[in-house]
């Protein structure tokens, strides 16, 4: 969760505690629910059985903080308690450790309307389950300084991995990496031929480190370009889901694709391809620009820091790490967020793009 | 023009991986010279590279299983491409286990290098993996500027150290200054020193033995005649040596070099099946 957003957002429910974050562009949401069975016991609270439960969030790197060293906190920590003091303002964490030592944490949480990205699972036309070590081992091909991959059919009636190369990079000097991965890899597939999706992989590799460690497979649910892409890993005490948004305007796709609607393509002859006799002659016979008059070399492309629009309401920048996360593109589009809101408060229409936190509106 | 080739055993893979991965750490863009028996990755002495100049020699039998080119004319049975070696060095990085890795030269939207990794997988059909790296085909009459350096002048002709200490002398003087000074003589010493205002370092080697190398003509170079204890010196960047240290993945079976006094330091490092030499000029 941390790799997507800096504010965990806790939400006791009937069904479970969801913890969930989300990325400051809004085109990244995630949410763990641990069912009240994870747990040794589970009280999500309120004195009357339908007050509002108490949603709040807290700062990511606090929370963090409190669980640093995992190697040794399986060690020394016998019990975790973790209880929520709406009056004194304070989330109170509390781990029992050995020799009696008992440490407590109060973490400040400011109160927050419900975050919830608007999706459906079941109204996406493709789905494709795997182990989560196949797509580990798939993405592993890829730089980690990768931004946007492609998820699709490609030729052969397999799974295509692809590089997603932006509109300023230039085909000439970028290098272009696709991965193929056969259907019976999959646990199950059910793709509409020729789909295509392209997404943040920073996100998604974060996901599947999750996913690897605790050994579950993982479901990608998508539709058209555009629409977000649904990556979800189920357990009898978790449910996991990762929203990410999807470039939506595939026009000005310039990498060599199949053609939509053509999925089963056998691999391209390329024979014709290899021979580059009439470039040689093209080469031989012009004339080039330059004092060697070499063609163009081609360079190591530098990864350009992305200069899409800050989100307006936010008013905060994107933070530029070294490994861009979803970015602010203005192609992805933003995840829609539903806000729920208690009556009588003031109404945003469910397509609002912008989760509104007003914690003092009310 | 066409070039196929293919890798099938991995411990010619891993070698021609290591291979690609100290030209990388050399050079940010080179030469790669294919001829019908071997492979040269080439880096000429443009004042862009700082002056310093590159030229490794692969036999492709001993690392190819299939090697099939076919250069520009009959008489002229070459190709010369311009690559990032980064890049090969990076689709060879997860072929680890490979099956197989065939690399083709295509011209699909423009001449690539495509490297198809065939991995192992659980299911019936192995995965693949391709990576098409984006080249440039040097045209005939631009080839001159990438003919084989040869062997200059030298004063002195030394073995060098073995090379894990080197580098780490080396890496600490890295810290300290921007300038080293190589001075060897035909004793078998060599000095690698260091001087700024605040501090000078000196690392001397001895014993390291003078390689004998016999010229053509039977007269020896500028070498013979010089006093054995009289030392030739080279100023160089040391950030260039530092690098020829740190691509070394593995332990020449041979490893010399060769001063021009103030001018120009050889460095000539032969594997089994590779060789490599690199020229650092003098610094003025």
């Known amino acids: 969760l941390s790799r997507i957003g800096d504010e965990l957002y806790l939400e006791p429910t009937e069904s479970g505690l969801s913890l969930r974050a989300v990325n400051s562009s809004r085109s990244a949401f995630a949410s763990f629910l641990f069912a009240p069975l994870f747990f040794q016991l589970y009280e999500p609270g309120g004195p009357a059985p339908d007050t509002e439960r108490f949603r709040c969030k807290v700062h990511m790197k606090s929370f963090l903080g409190i669980f640093r060293s995992l190697p040794s906190l399986e060690k020394s920590v016998g019990k975790c308690l973790i209880l929520l003091k709406p009056r004194a303002s304070r989330l109170v964490l509390q781990l029992h450790c050995k020799y009696g030592v008992t440490k407590t944490h109060n973490l400040a949480f400011q109160e927050c309307e419900r975050l919830q990205a608007v999706f459906d699972t079941r109204s996406c036309s493709s789905r494709l389950c795997a182990p989560a070590r196949v797509l580990a081992d798939a993405v592993v091909h890829f730089p980690l300084t990768l931004a946007e991959v492609t998820l699709g059919t490609g030729p052969g009636g397999k799974i295509s991995l692809r590089n997603y190369m932006e509109d300023e990079a230039e085909p000439s000097k970028t290098m272009m990496t696709e991965l193929c991965l056969a259907e019976d890899e999959f646990q199950s597939v059910a793709v509409s031929p020729g789909s295509r999706i392209t997404f943040c992989l920073k996100e998604f590799r974060g996901l599947l480190t999750f996913a690897e460690a605790s050994n579950l497979p993982l479901t990608i649910h998508f539709d058209e370009p555009g629409r977000p892409v649904v990556f979800t890993l189920d357990d009898t005490v978790l449910e996991v889901h990762l929203v990410l948004a999807t470039l939506s305007d595939l026009e000005s796709d310039s990498q060599p694709a199949p053609t939509n609607g053509v999925s089963h393509l056998p691999a391209p002859p390329d024979d014709f391809a290899d021979d580059l006799e009439s470039y040689m002659a093209a080469l031989e016979t012009s004339t080039y620009e330059g004092a060697t008059g070499r063609p163009p070399s081609p360079t190591f492309p530098l990864h350009s820091p992305r200069t899409g629009q800050s989100d307006p309401e936010e008013g905060e920048e994107d933070e530029d790490g070294a490994v861009p996360g979803t970015p602010p593109h203005k192609k992805f589009r933003s995840l829609f967020f539903g806000s729920v809101l208690t009556p009588g408060g003031p109404g945003l229409a469910p397509t609002q793009e912008v989760l509104a936190e007003d914690s003092d509106g009310e | ?284």
């Open chain 2, 1 to 284: 023009m066409r070039f196929r080739a293919k890798i099938v055993d991995l411990a010619c893979l891993n070698h021609f991986s290591r291979v690609v991965n100290t030209i990388a750490r050399l050079a940010r863009t080179c030469t790669l010279r294919l001829t019908v028996s071997k492979l040269y990755f080439i880096l000429s002495d443009k004042v862009a590279n700082g002056g310093v100049s590159m030229w490794c020699e692969l036999c492709q039998g001993n690392f190819f299983d299939e090697f099939q080119m076919e250069g520009v004319a009959a008489e002229h049975n070459e190709i010369y491409l311009e690559l990032v070696p980064e890049n090969l060095s990076r689709a060879l990085k997860t072929a680890q286990n490979a099956k197989a890795v065939k690399i083709k030269l295509t011209n699909k939207h423009c001449p690539c290098l495509r490297v198809a990794v065939e991995l192992p997988s659980l299911s019936s059909s192995s995965r693949t993996v391709t990576h098409d790296i984006p080249v440039g085909v040097i045209p005939r009459r631009l080839w001159n500027d990438f003919r084989e350096p040869s062997v200059p002048d030298f004063d002195v002709s030394i073995y060098l150290p073995v090379l894990k200490t080197m580098k780490s002398v080396v890496e600490r003087m890295k810290n300290l200054s921007n300038v080293i000074v190589i001075e060897a003589n035909l004793n078998g010493e060599m000095n690698l020193k260091i001087e700024t205002d605040l501090v000078s370092v000196t690392t001397h080697f001895k014993d390291l033995g003078n390689p004998p190398w016999a010229s053509e003509d039977g007269c020896q170079s500028s070498a013979q005649g010089r006093d054995l204890e009289s030392m030739a010196e080279a100023r160089i960047d040391i950030k260039k040596l530092q690098q020829l240290l740190a691509g070394q993945q593995v332990n020449p079976t041979k490893a010399l070099c060769n001063i021009v006094s103030k001018r120009i330091v050889h460095f000539i490092l032969l594997h089994e099946d590779v060789s490599l030499q690199y020229f650092i000029p003098a610094l003025a």
